[in-house]
């Protein structure tokens, strides 16, 4: 493995993720509520539904 991949590697588990139910209820709802539309439009309003 290359330095810079290493250190990419690094950087990313150097970070701790949260778990949020909120979100992931948001997104739910919206994809729910936008079903039929393009993927690209739902993602879009999926993420303005989280503040």
């Known amino acids: 493995m290359t330095h810079r991949i290493q250190r ?9 993720r949260e778990i949020s139910l909120e ?8 994809h729910q509520q936008t079903e ?5 439009l739902r993602r879009a309003k999926a ?3 989280y503040p």
């Open 8 to 16: 990419l590697k690094a950087a990313l588990f150097q970070n701790h």
């Open 23 to 30: 979100r992931a209820l948001l997104y739910t709802a919206s």
């Open 36 to 40: 039929g539309e393009p993927v690209i």
């Open 47 to 49: 993420t303005g539904v």
